[in-house]
DNA sequence: TAGATTGTTAATCGATTAACAATC
DNA sequence: TAGATTGTTAATCGATTAACAATC
């Protein structure tokens, strides 16, 4: 239907206008406008009846936005409504602080399984959730349904790791090792490379 | 000296260019093009060659640039010889995971300092480093030479802690909690939001 | 020298901002 | 109605890509 290709600038944006209508939602608002959104963004209200506009009229003119109806909306436009079905493979320290992340919730995601090749770590529950061997991942990903495999392993893993997430038919990986990985095109990776936030926390301060 | 203002998108490949020759470097290469760091890293030879020149003229005609040359450039410019001292505010499961992440060293951090204001995790030592209470930050953040704070507390508490770094005289501020911070303006934050990365995931994914 | 590859200028492409008609 | 605010077109700004002279 919609041909138009969106930017990533744009699909960056998104969650953002996600979570600050959320908090909109929680003040008790009921309509906001392009202004006030810019306000608690630090965008130009243009900006975001751009983006919006993309994918719709969400808005009434003179009026503004109804938060729960705008929250909807993006939600469905994130696919935040699928409620995709989550596994984490590598449940070290990072394994265990994303298996705790209490966002995935409020984004409407399920995890659902965590794999680990360690006999130490095999058999643990982290967050109600009881950590399997990697051989089981395979067989899982079927009954269990699982969407995103998250990596969350040492660099030299992250490869054998994604072929076999990709083995077992998983749509999206979102990789936190810091390695370029190399997937059939259909399924989409997502990086999280927390060295790269941190070197540009560097330049900004060394200017000073 | 140099009064271009770079761009944002710029300095985000930076610490990409730095990690794709620490790799070159490990793989016993001396010297490498544009053309092979841009195969490496998916990006065109033609902007790799552009972003650098930004900077000063690191290659040789005819030749390609020399990758440890190249290498100590880059983390240069990004100020990683600066050695920034870190210190970690909120040792939960995040905290652990971040005061364990061996990019620090490779990046050339130094983790100086844990805070908490759980009594039941102050006194606690994590990677070699003991957890200290929120109210000893003031005084430490002085005699460690804090440069850097990482804020792995919820968001409700995110503000405060920010505050807190801010009376400490740190120089910047990397955020893990998903809340848009008011900070002065010589502070310098980078907001690392997980559920951006995977908010993202989920649009790529849902259009199949 | 001939081949390769940088650094840089010019051309293109894309994203943001400005402006304003439509309308609640 | 008058005031407010959206949705959208046009203008501007910035970033990427193409091209090529310089030179190793």
New interface residues.
Partial sequence: MKEQTISKAT??R???Y??TLRLAQDDGMDIISSDELGR???LTPEQIRKDLALFGQFGKKGVGYYVNELKFNVGK????D?H?NIAIVGI???G??L???Q??I??G?NLVALFDNDPNIIGKTVNHVKVKSIDELQSCAKNLKI??GVIAVPAQFAQQVADKLVKANI????NFA?V?MRVPE?V?I?N???????????????G?
């Fill in positions: 699909i960056d998104l969650p953002l996600y979570r608690r963004l630090e436009i994130l696919g935040l699928n995709w070290g320290h990072l265990v602080a298996a705790n992340y966002n995935f409020a984004l995601f969407d995103i749509k999206g990986i979102w810091p370029k259909d989409k997502v999280e490379d927390l060295s790269v936030g941190l070197s540009r926390l560097s330049y900004y301060i060394t000073k």
